[in-house]
């Protein structure tokens, strides 16, 4: 009997990086047997600023997925997010070559070339292409055109690209611990592999990944990808903020955040609670009013939230978001999150739990491992359901491998 197929999400984020291990038999559900975290020390905002830090970070998080799901990995489906992500829209059109006007494989290809030939500058490169519809003779709504008549093609495309350097750091430093990116993935499309239903992705939805230097977005609607935009800020600006108003170390503030957080006033239960602040330098530790700990919470989270609304409304798709919006990634945990996003946002809000999947669901069902089990959701996708033409939500990068790719960039 043939061993199961290993295949491993590295969630590579600003505060944190995890990795999931899943094997797969056959069509049935990935079964998550590997789960590791380890701090990300290398990084800030999604973008790697220590090589040496990220790689110890990047193998810390391995080997204790390794070692819980007792097998060695040696490849690696990689997320990518940060600041320097950009994204917009294109469209091409061609002139069907194939004999009796019957659309082939070459004139798809040949429709998303020309989408995708714009004017880019010289240190940004591709990171997805994603067919969002495809046009035969002004008849639109074709998710597949392949075998159709028509005389001309178009298609409607969203382009992800990155910064050539900041996707080089990642792919270097994964390298270095020894392991092959088998793809780079933006990854709020990642996480909506794991938190998104189909019927949401039809009607309209927005998914908020709440990472820990980032807040990334993508806006769904007709079952495919529609808008994607990040936020310079995330969790970390919120650890920050107490850090520096309570007068306390990060990682004593991060813990305060866990155990105490909430970011709506209106939601603590005792008005008069007080909670122990650690003395620092040997100072004695000393008491403040987890009022005050809410008032510091609030409106950072608040601001993190009307800058995610105001991306959404960049798009013409902005009202069409029936769904409403869905939060994840571990910002999202903190308690009020939920009700403070349905005061900003004015739509029905809902915490993103991944989905999809069986094996270690206690360890992986946290909105902190959306990406990284989305990751392994996404890779199922591309190579087993549409024979590796196009993904579920049409994905089209898949006419180019992006080891390829990653090669031109290093040559």
Same mark, same amino acid.
């Not at 902005?318 to 403070?340: P, Q, R, W």
């Given at each position: 009997?043939?061993?199961?197929?290993?295949?491993?999400?590295?969630?590579?984020?600003?505060?944190?990086?995890?990795?999931?291990?899943?094997?797969?038999?056959?069509?049935?559900?990935?079964?998550?047997?590997?789960?590791?975290?380890?701090?990300? !020390?290398?990084?800030?905002?999604? =973008?790697?600023?220590?090589?040496?830090?990220?790689?110890?970070?990047?193998?810390?998080?391995?080997?204790?997925?390794?070692?819980?799901?007792?097998?060695?990995?040696?490849? =690696?489906?990689?997320? #990518?997010?940060?600041?320097?992500?950009?994204?917009?829209?294109?469209?091409?059109?061609?002139?069907?070559?194939?004999?009796?006007?019957?659309?082939?494989?070459?004139?798809?290809?040949?429709?998303?070339?020309?989408?995708?030939?714009?004017?880019?500058?010289?240190?940004?490169?591709?990171?997805?292409?994603?067919?969002?519809?495809?046009? =035969?003779?002004?008849?639109?709504?074709?998710?597949?055109?392949?075998?159709?008549?028509? #005389?001309?093609?178009?298609?409607?495309?969203?382009?992800?690209?990155?910064?050539?350097?900041?996707?080089?750091?990642?792919?270097?430093?994964?390298?270095?611990?020894?392991?092959?990116?088998?793809?780079?993935?933006?990854?709020?499309?990642?996480?909506?592999?794991?938190?998104?239903?189909?019927?949401?992705? !039809?009607?309209?939805?927005?998914?908020?990944? %709440?990472?820990?230097?980032?807040?990334?977005?993508?806006?769904?609607?007709?079952?495919?990808?529609?808008?994607?935009?990040?936020?310079?800020?995330?969790?970390?600006?919120?650890?920050?903020?107490?850090?520096?108003?309570?007068?306390?170390?990060?990682?004593?503030?991060? %813990?305060?955040?866990?155990?105490? &957080?909430?970011?709506?006033?209106?939601?603590?239960?005792?008005?008069?609670?007080?909670?122990?602040?650690?003395?620092?330098? &040997?100072?004695?530790?000393? $008491?403040?009013?987890?009022?005050?700990?809410?008032?510091?919470?609030?409106?950072? %989270?608040?601001?993190?939230?009307?800058?995610?609304?105001?991306?959404?409304?960049?798009?013409?798709?902005?009202?069409?978001?029936?769904?409403? =919006?869905?939060?994840?990634?571990?910002?999202?945990?903190?308690?009020?999150?939920?009700?403070?996003?349905?005061?900003?946002?004015?739509?029905?809000?809902?915490? &993103?739990?991944?989905?999809?999947?069986?094996?270690?669901?206690?360890?992986?069902?946290?909105?902190?491992?959306?990406?990284?089990?989305?990751?392994?959701?996404?890779?199922?996708?591309?190579?087993?359901?549409? !024979?590796?033409?196009?993904?579920?939500? &049409?994905?089209?990068?898949?006419?180019? $491998?992006?080891?390829?790719? %990653?090669?031109?960039?290093?040559?």
């Amino acid at each position: 009997m043939p061993s199961p197929e290993l295949i491993t999400g590295l969630d590579i984020g600003t505060t944190k990086i995890g990795a999931i291990i899943a094997e797969v038999e056959d069509d049935s559900q990935p079964k998550v047997i590997g789960v590791g975290t380890a701090p990300s !020390e290398g990084l800030r905002k999604g =973008v790697v600023v220590n090589v040496e830090k990220t790689v110890r970070s990047i193998e810390n998080a391995v080997i204790q997925a390794e070692q819980m799901a007792g097998v060695k990995i040696d490849q =690696v489906y990689v997320g #990518i997010a940060g600041d320097h992500i950009r994204s917009y829209n294109g469209r091409g059109v061609v002139a069907v070559a194939g004999p009796d006007n019957e659309i082939t494989e070459d004139d798809v290809r040949r429709v998303i070339d020309a989408a995708k030939a714009v004017v880019m500058p010289i240190d940004r490169e591709v990171i997805h292409i994603i067919p969002q519809e495809f046009i =035969v003779d002004d008849q639109r709504g074709i998710k597949d055109p392949l075998g159709m008549s028509g #005389i001309r093609l178009e298609t409607e495309v969203h382009i992800v690209t990155g910064a050539i350097t900041s996707a080089q750091n990642i792919c270097r430093s994964v390298e270095r611990a020894g392991l092959n990116v088998m793809d780079l993935v933006l990854e709020p499309l990642a996480s909506s592999y794991s938190v998104l239903s189909e019927d949401e992705k !039809e009607l309209g939805v927005v998914v908020i990944d %709440m990472g820990g230097g980032t807040t990334d977005i993508a806006m769904f609607f007709e079952g495919c990808i529609r808008h994607t935009a990040v936020v310079a800020l995330g969790g970390g600006n919120v650890t920050n903020d107490i850090a520096l108003c309570l007068r306390t170390p990060v990682d004593q503030a991060e %813990m305060i955040k866990i155990k105490y &957080g909430c970011a709506l006033p209106s939601l603590l239960e005792d008005q008069d609670r007080t909670i122990e602040i650690p003395g620092v330098g &040997g100072r004695p530790p000393r $008491k403040v009013a987890l009022e005050l700990l809410v008032d510091i919470i609030h409106p950072r %989270m608040e601001e993190i939230f009307r800058l995610a609304a105001g991306e959404i409304r960049k798009s013409e798709f902005s009202n069409l978001m029936t769904a409403g =919006v869905v939060i994840t990634g571990g910002a999202a945990l903190m308690k009020g999150a939920v009700e403070l996003a349905e005061e900003v946002f004015d739509m029905p809000v809902k915490l &993103g739990i991944p989905k999809g999947f069986s094996g270690l669901i206690d360890l992986a069902k946290s909105p902190i491992h959306a990406t990284g089990v989305g990751l392994i959701l996404y890779a199922l996708a591309n190579r087993y359901e549409l !024979e590796g033409l196009f993904t579920e939500e &049409g994905e089209g990068g898949v006419f180019e $491998k992006i080891w390829d790719r %990653m090669k031109s960039w290093f040559n």
